[in-house]
DNA sequence: ATATTTGTAAACATAG
DNA sequence: CCTATGTTTACAAATA
């Protein structure tokens, strides 16, 4: 089949691409996918060195977990917020500390401020997230200043304040519970806390709303990188949205999306996809009825490309509310691979 | 215009 | 006593 590529920069996780049953509260009939191709000696561009440094710097409360790119169950998390990272888009928001020069890639080195802005991210966010970034999904009020501080260098340099908050924001939001540690083996005060299962999905979905509202107005997307892209498109298929979902993306916007709009394509694995080129052929979903969404990662961007028999044009692209600046740069991308619009 | 959410500051209590 | 933690109140600003 012809396969008319279409790339377009997505600006939120359409869907989360990992799997992790216990921590399921999304899409509770998602199947296993495929596995992430990312190779064991090359770490993936996108993810922060931040996390990079945890194996040699091991945190008492574990602060790399499904963000690191370490393990294949890591990986599966469906819910895993790595996609928080890998969408390159947000690094203006979100400046990455313990930058080594040597794993940073030059694009990434070039993005990143010189003071750090403050956050977008809610307390609630950031708690969330430094609380899912944990192994045990459950961390003291240090642990979660710690990786505040760590992944955010906004707040090393904040005053204290926003520890108050933080606090604050635990105390007096459904979404946390306190969880009496257990005395045998307390180190250090207080309890620890977790994200009340119940609210874990609203908390994804806040989470999804700011990152998508604010990378749209990244000014990261630069042909440069899209040149890369095309060039070298490493890539791996991780994403997939029905096709009835086009329409809930049409009639809301796409940060609105909800739970009950995701569901995986059933499918056999699919390890690699070309982004260019001629040789592009097995679409597993060819004639199932489906759209498929490729989300393909290089460096730090990801890029949406459309199989051509999909027949999603750049007014369904509107659909998708790609800002102007995004779909120029899609459409960079197009002609750089040869597309046909 | 109103209600809700979020951020901030502060006071206070408790535990280690 | 000091510090970290946890709760609560109050208020302002932003947002829905």
């Given at each position: 089949m012809e396969i008319n590529t279409q790339a377009l920069l997505p600006h939120y996780p359409l869907h989360t691409p990992k799997y992790h049953p216990e921590s399921?509260?999304?899409?509770?009939?998602?199947p296993q996918p495929a596995s992430l191709p990312l190779s064991p000696t090359t770490p993936?561009?996108?993810?922060p060195s931040s996390y990079l440094h945890s194996s040699s710097t091991p945190q008492v409360y574990g602060g790399s977990h499904c963000l690191s790119p370490s393990t294949a169950s890591d990986q599966d998390d469906l819910t895993c917020l790595s996609w928080l990272h890998q969408r390159g888009n947000l690094l203006p928001l979100q400046p990455l500390p313990r930058v080594n020069a040597q794993i940073l890639d030059p694009i990434t080195a070039q993005s990143l401020p010189s003071c750090p802005a403050k956050p977008p991210y809610s307390f609630s966010s950031l708690i969330f997230m430094a609380i899912e970034d944990s192994p045990e999904k459950k961390l003291p009020v240090k642990g979660i200043y710690e990786w505040i501080v760590d992944n955010f260098p906004y707040y090393r340099e904040a005053s204290g304040g926003w520890r108050n908050s933080v606090r604050h924001n635990l105390s007096l939001s459904k979404s946390f519970q306190r969880i009496h540690r257990d005395k045998s083996q307390a180190v250090g005060k207080g309890s620890l806390w977790r994200v009340c299962p119940e609210y874990r999905p609203a908390l994804l979905e806040v989470l999804r709303k700011t990152h998508y509202c604010h990378s749209t107005n990244s000014n990261l997307l630069n042909n440069t990188a899209l040149l890369e892209a095309s060039n070298n498109g490493q890539i791996f298929v991780n994403d997939y949205l029905e096709i009835s979902d086009l329409d809930s993306l049409s009639s809301n916007p796409p940060c609105s999306l909800t739970p009950e709009h995701e569901e995986l394509v059933p499918m056999d694995p699919v390890e690699l996809t070309e982004v260019s080129g001629e040789d592009s052929e097995k679409d597993p979903l060819a004639d199932s009825g489906y759209i498929e969404l490729h989300y393909y990662q290089y460096q730090q961007y990801q890029y949406l490309v459309l199989p051509g028999d999909a027949e999603l044009d750049l007014e369904t692209v509107e659909i998708l509310q790609l800002d102007a600046e995004a779909q120029e740069a899609a459409g960079s991308l197009l002609d750089l691979a040869g597309g046909n619009h």
């Open positions: 399921l509260s999304l899409s509770p009939s998602l993936c561009p996108s993810i």
